[in-house]
């Protein structure tokens, strides 16, 4: 072995030493701030439950266990950035901002039950298109849309530290506590009202299940879709008038999960599969000329909604009728490859 060699194998020696023993530093220097954390795996700062945990256990989540699971499957551009190193790992004690989508946010919870939220989520999104009737897909159609996202931006924790934090209704104290909450606050009641949501009740036709990191929310789809799937999310579009440019097309039914971000110290998806509706890839064209491929869900049953669900006030009808709605940038639609 040459003395070149020789010395560039030392200096991958101590370079590699050097990273270990910065990691294994910035693992034992606990704190979690009250704003986003978001930086880089060698500064890492970890709540105190999880310093036990050596570096091999708390690694990053990635894209080897999706592409372990779904080989075939490309990673939708919903996840892509959750998964990148400077976005890991992402705790944040300030996600109850009411600037955030309020539709999404409370439309999936209850879209089949109480406007409990309906003043927020019209006055988040003042004449825009939230709820349309099933025909009104077709080309020509005009619409003023706001595409959003959850606003939280957080990433998965991996599994292990996920699993570890408490998510039930009967464990908020201690869920407040870990993140350093106080129990009248605004993200208390955010806490509380997401897990109340995965907790409530199904309605006829629908499974549901909050997964508190990307192997369970993996995990979830895959055992009910298998794993010849693709999972799309809609582009990312300012608000602004949208004009259906060509005819929709249908890529789901009733088989299709979806899954909605939700606002939570960390990333938690709230998936659920739903009897009786198609999913549908909708072209738009907005007024400034930029083309969105928007994905958009269709409910064929409302019978079972509330009566004084939002939907039926903004579109005056009664419950019954199919109605549709676009989903968030963030949320995750899972569908059969056949479409």
């Known amino acids: 072995m040459s003395p070149a060699t020789t010395s560039s194998l030392l200096r991958l020696f101590f370079l590699t030493l050097s990273l270990h023993i910065n990691f294994s530093t910035a693992v034992n220097s606990i704190g979690v701030s009250r704003r986003t954390l978001a930086v880089a795996a060698d500064?890492?700062?970890?709540?105190?439950?999880?310093?036990?945990?050596?570096?091999?256990?708390?690694?990053?989540?990635?894209?080897?266990?999706?592409?372990?699971?779904?080989?075939?499957?490309?990673?939708?551009?919903?996840?892509?950035?959750?998964?990148?190193?400077?976005?890991?790992?992402?705790?944040?004690?300030?996600?109850?901002?009411?600037?955030?989508?309020?539709?999404?946010?409370?439309?999936?919870?209850?879209a089949y039950r109480s406007a409990k939220h309906e003043k927020a989520i019209k006055s988040s999104l003042p004449e825009s298109t939230i709820f349309y009737l099933y025909n009104d897909i077709h080309p020509g159609k005009r619409m003023r849309i706001r595409f959003t996202n959850s606003g939280t931006k957080v990433s998965f924790l991996p599994r292990q530290v996920a699993e570890s934090i408490p998510f039930s209704s009967d464990k908020i104290p201690e869920i407040l506590k870990y993140f350093a909450l106080e129990v009248n606050s605004k993200e208390a009641r955010v806490i509380r009202d997401e897990i109340g949501g995965c907790e409530d009740p199904n309605i006829e036709g629908?499974?549901?299940?909050?997964?508190?990191?990307?192997?369970?929310?993996?995990?979830?789809?895959?055992?009910?879709?298998?794993?010849?799937?693709?999972?799309?999310?809609?582009?990312?579009?300012?608000?602004?008038?949208?004009?259906?440019?060509?005819?929709?097309?249908?890529?789901?039914?009733?088989?299709?999960?979806?899954?909605?971000?939700?606002?939570?110290?960390?990333?938690?998806?709230?998936?659920?599969?739903?009897?009786?509706?198609?999913?549908?890839?909708?072209?738009?064209?907005?007024?400034?000329g930029a083309k969105v491929k928007a994905v958009t869900v269709c409910h064929l049953n409302t019978s079972a909604w509330s009566p004084d669900h939002m939907a039926f006030q903004v579109l005056k009808i009664k419950p019954g009728p199919a109605v549709c709605h676009f989903l968030d940038s963030d949320t995750l639609i899972w569908v059969p490859a056949k479409y």
């Open 43 to 110: 500064t890492v700062p970890f709540p105190k439950k999880v310093a036990t945990f050596l570096p091999s256990d708390i690694s990053p989540p990635t894209e080897k266990y999706w592409y372990s699971r779904l080989p075939n499957t490309p990673l939708p551009k919903a996840l892509e950035y959750l998964l990148q190193p400077g976005h890991y790992p992402s705790i944040n004690t300030e996600f109850a901002n009411e600037n955030v989508s309020a539709a999404s946010q409370k439309t999936y919870k209850q």
């Open 206 to 288: 629908e499974e549901k299940f909050c997964a508190t990191s990307l192997e369970s929310l993996i995990d979830f789809s895959v055992e009910r879709l298998g794993r010849n799937v693709r999972v799309l999310s809609t582009d990312a579009g300012k608000k602004q008038e949208y004009t259906v440019s060509a005819r929709a097309r249908m890529i789901g039914d009733d088989k299709a999960a979806v899954c909605h971000k939700m606002r939570y110290p960390y990333a938690v998806h709230y998936c659920h599969v739903i009897a009786d509706t198609e999913v549908y890839e909708v072209p738009l064209v907005g007024a400034d």
